[in-house]
């Protein structure tokens, strides 16, 4: 049984990724340590739907990491390089759900997140990967940065045509939606019940963190750089979200020839289901598991490939993807622990 | 592995009594009989949350039963007396998830279901079976009759202290509520989203056909006649149902000696959680598992028992007991399937 | 024009009345005083949606009750009375939508709220009213208490029948179900969006604040003590309160019967609605308007009445109450500003 | 008081309408048509919430037309042309609030809608109106074409832009966000509470009806042919529409300058309300109202503006804007019972 241990255990992902790793099969969580102030406490005294399923009580970060093969961070901006440090100094691997380790360059990194990282070395060592790309990569990571859940959807979508140039890369937007769990569990005025429900806003307009993050991955694909214009929006429900993109077709492959490219591309893709054609992706259909759908599109009247990519936020966009990359990094199956059926209700 | 057919898989019971026989370790499904008009096709055509998950074709309901060692029926009322014989004829365990065969008393069945059954030995044979209340009856069962889902509730939340007579069966008040999946997937005038959404109302006040199914239960357990007064009022969610249950204390028994009357009445039950004293049930903390959270208080000015029980109506109220009682009835595990955590959000 | 200023003017409550003030053809809004830190600012910064229609600067607490005429307060418990002398001895009218003058014994309010009142003298004075039950008090009235939303809701529903001896008052119990903006404005960990959406649960069960208020009216109404078991919910919706209101009948009247005293009860009374027999009332049919829908029941089998009420909480529930108040103390027209059609959807 | 008659009084649109018109300064509801079976009927026997405020009851066709000065028609396709050649013959003004005669060009409408129109020489005489863009068409209107609620948001997010030429008309994506009641009132799988609550989804990519009719608007403001790509998708909530629409800049014009236009050509416009740079539109800030709130964005790195528009779908986007183009065409105040403040919550 492999140990994992969490750090930051008691947030909305670190409390999602707990709920999977307590029914994975090779795994046995050795350790949580809190975000806030809830040392010494059980699990199920934070969390009342984990009463008589989980009373692991909650240590400091060193106990964690002693007592893990994986420890998972899933902390806010600023707090993961050090673990990293002493994760690779232990002998520990390092899942990082957090956004410290998963842009490369240093200058971008300083200017969209605004912080100083110490150690390049870290990050050179640091493996980025959406499973579904960068799965080849993880054999001998040590420290893998877990992707972003609106740069997963983006990706996912755009990667078979970027990758096969179909597509004008300079005309890439991502017009994406995500449920209110996205903005994490502290409380704050945006995110009370009467400001998010029978609302809708969009926010961040070009000035999301995720930016970079969707640029590094499409830019290293298409081996040039690629700039994406990005808008997030919040929706009012719990989980999910809903990428909808555009780009201009530089290729006249027809419908049905761009639908092939995109099965081909993730066919043997256990996690990516491209719908039958004349389908519109819904968020609906992969709640509570680790699917992403994608629906592919074209609008002949304006030269337009549409893809519509949709995830569990919280599954396939943080918690669940984490599993996939250690399963991966580890040797086991890519799918254990994630065998999910999304729900139809 | 033992092999389960679903006759009305299409409906919401059936759909998700399938969603949870396809990960039960020791099921196959073997059969899947439509509620509509799917014979022939694929299950992931009719559900698009199933592709590449079960793609299993649609019989008809001879093929189901055959295939099948455990049938489960998920039907409107008037249809499953027969299937009950065929299964007895062809040594079939049923198990019906619908309204048929649960009211033991033929005038009283007719009275609130209008229907005419014709084969009171069939009746005579079958098994009812909140399995926490009733699971010893199981052992030699082949026919069960599985509970409605605010039986379950009501039944739950009221039996240690009917059992130790320690209210008055007379002051019974139950006020439940429910979410939208309770009506089934028929799209109604009154399950449309405008009309339920930022909507909350009382239905079938006094009338509801469930009465006489909780006055079954409670007058089995008090060994004699109770009465109800039930109101369910539907809620703006899609799973869950929560009741708050009224009785007059007639023991003096203070609030810790009741909470442990219910605390020993449950003690080795895995489904039934008693709340920590100072809490009170949350229908959210039991979504997707097979969990009853009850929370017991009491009201000293009034001198009056409050009992809040809380389900998930779809597992616990409909699949999950079913899966449960099969469990029980075929010597598994009875939590064997059932292992499943209440998501947080 | 009459002058009316806001204290409390930027919590749920205050934010509402303003609406429904800036509307009403016979007034003036003459100051707003915030809840917060908005002193100076347009009450349109606060309030995005208020763009275009209301800039005024929000000022001190003296300079509010100088200026108007009425002076609303929509406070939290404790500060109220201070401001009701100073209204007094400037011979300003007060209508109070917090708690502080709502209970007259000053024993039942110490024991509740735990607050020392200063003046009995003031509370003497205070004029209580739900307009349909104590209209008729209002006529030289210069503090008045507005009732709480709850209350509100619990008399309306049995008034008629307290008042003409039809129920055992010894067997009341009121199970009401608010939306989430009865918690008011201010940022909570209970009222994030994924903490009450697809969730439901009881709260302070036996031990709301709002429980002597109820018995004061009906106490009032009886001409004896009433005590009455009362349990709140929170329901995942913006506005609107339902109470489903359970009593045990003491008369043989019919069905019919016990409509016919509903009926003349509320017969001149605007905005009361009973609903024609055969329905239950609905939140929906209220909201955004200063209805109680009324519908009532009775279940011979158990001999019960049953009473369900519906009203939005923000209006019938506080500022349309409390504009009811006003237009009734000050010789207007009952309804007049609060003309408003509740929307289908 | 001009006498206004609607015919589809009992969809959602015509529902709204009534709503609005009932409070009407200068209108009088003389005749209400269903869209059912309800003939003879009083509204509020419809619908509950009609309750002692409306219990007109409902007569045929040709009854409401005599008996008004001004016909709404709230129908599906197919329906209004005959009844505008009714209405032209009687005298009457008409303002259809369906799609039949909003496309002027013959093929293009037969294209799109399927539909063989008889009688081009009614097209031509009928104004299309958005009130903001083409107000002053309508003094001496007698038909006059309501438009659609995606076109509105699109046209009014588009329309300084593209008469300025700040745009690139050939890059327009329209990415739009509906609530459920742009649906419609008739009873589907697609629309029930289960289906629509916790789940997002786009549909008809590329190929809604709305299309030639945003086209449409858009190139008479260019002076030549615009074509757009458009994505609706569907939100869980019961009103209103957010557009985030995008455009490559042809203009070096600034962030400031940019935002200036858009207050110059919406400077004396009512409805239209440009935010403060830095804040984005939300849904929720227009409800129950008949504004539009545009944000002006620019995405400098890439070079594109993007504006968000929000709208309540059935006022501004349909029995609001209906009533404007009545106010504007009957020399009343436009603004005339609109004068509706979107609540909070």
């Keep these: 049984m492999i140990k994992a241990g969490i750090i930051g255990a008691t947030g909305y992902v670190g409390n999602e990724l707990l709920r999977l790793l307590l029914r994975h099969p090779s795994v046995e969580v050795s350790g949580l340590r809190d975000v806030d102030s809830y040392e010494g406490k059980g699990y199920d005294s934070v969390y009342a739907n984990y009463a008589e399923i989980c009373n692991i009580k909650m240590t400091d970060q060193d106990t964690v990491i002693q007592n893990a093969d994986v420890v998972f961070t899933c902390l806010p901006a600023g707090f993961s390089e050090r673990i990293a ?35 390049q070395d870290i990050i050179a060592q640091t493996v980025y990967s959406i499973p579904e790309l960068h799965g080849q990569r993880l054999k001998s990571a040590r420290i893998i940065a877990n992707p972003g859940c609106y740069p997963t959807t983006a990706a996912l979508a755009l990667a078979p045509a970027v990758e096969q140039g179909l597509v004008d890369t300079k005309t890439i937007i991502i017009d994406s939606k995500s449920g209110v769990t996205g903005a994490g569990k502290g409380p704050t005025a945006e995110t009370q019940y009467a400001e998010v429900n029978e609302a809708f806003r969009a926010y961040k307009i070009g000035q999301h963190r995720h930016i970079p993050e969707i640029e590094q991955i499409l830019s290293d694909i298409a081996g040039s750089s690629v700039k ?7 929706l009012p429900v719990n989980r999910g979200i809903l990428s909808t993109v555009y780009a201009g077709l530089s290729s006249d492959l027809s419908q049905d020839e761009l639908w092939d490219v995109y099965n081909d591309f993730y066919k ?13 992706a819904n968020m609906k259909n992969v709640k509570y598991s680790n699917y992403c759908d994608i629906s592919v599109h074209t609008d002949r009247r304006t030269g337009r490939l549409i893809v519509v990519s949709a995830i569990d936020n919280m599954v396939k966009g943080a918690a669940g993807q984490a599993i996939q990359n250690m399963n991966i990094a580890l040797g086991l199956e890519e799918s254990m622990g994630l065998d999910l059926i999304p729900p139809t209700f």
């Excluded at 043997?268 to 519109?280: H, S």
């Design 85 to 119: 440090i002493n994760c690779l100094e232990s002998g520990k691997m390092l899942i990082d759900l957090g956004s410290d380790m998963r842009i490369r360059d240093e200058d971008v990194n300083k200017e969209w997140y605004g912080i100083d990282r110490q150690r």
């Design 228 to 234: 994406v214009t990005f808008t997030p929006h919040l």
């Design 268 to 280: 043997d893709k256990r996690f990516v289901r491209i719908l039958p054609q004349g389908m519109a």
